[in-house]
């Protein structure tokens, strides 16, 4: 029975995460695509790989495949968005994780900036769910970092 592929996009950690196969590949390329507005022609010149490259994994089937395409050729298609290609063996998983650095905020800046957080949340007419606190948690602290 095959394994039910699922997806994550704009994760907390990762950009992408989907199944090391050929359908999480494909899925993969089209995210790429819709984020940067391109087709995939563009993406071929932008990744440095073949548009018959792109073309076959985009085209071809499950069953029409023996393995999903090598892990170089991710790297490549990582590139596009400024990108590094992780995978976990023992889950059969791959991650796009995007390097990048905060910028330093000046902490009259930071001080106003956490000030309107709080008073959007005081001001929210309904409960935050548990999901929406950890989500604010994680940006604060991502600025104050």
Known sequence: MPQQATWKIGTAKYLFAGPYTHSGVQRFIQWLMDSQGIGQFELSKRSGLSP?????ILNKSEQ???RPPRRSTLAALA????AEIHFDGKKNQFFLRQQFQLPKTAAKDLS???SEI????LSCRRKLTKEE???IVRVVKALVA
Request: net charge positive; charged share 20%.
């Open 52 to 56: 018959a490259a792109v073309y076959q």
């Open 64 to 66: 029409q495949v023996t």
């Open 79 to 82: 590139k596009v968005v400024g």
């Open 112 to 114: 106003l900036l956490l």
């Open 118 to 121: 709080g008073s959007t949340i």
């Open 133 to 135: 606190r950890d989500k």
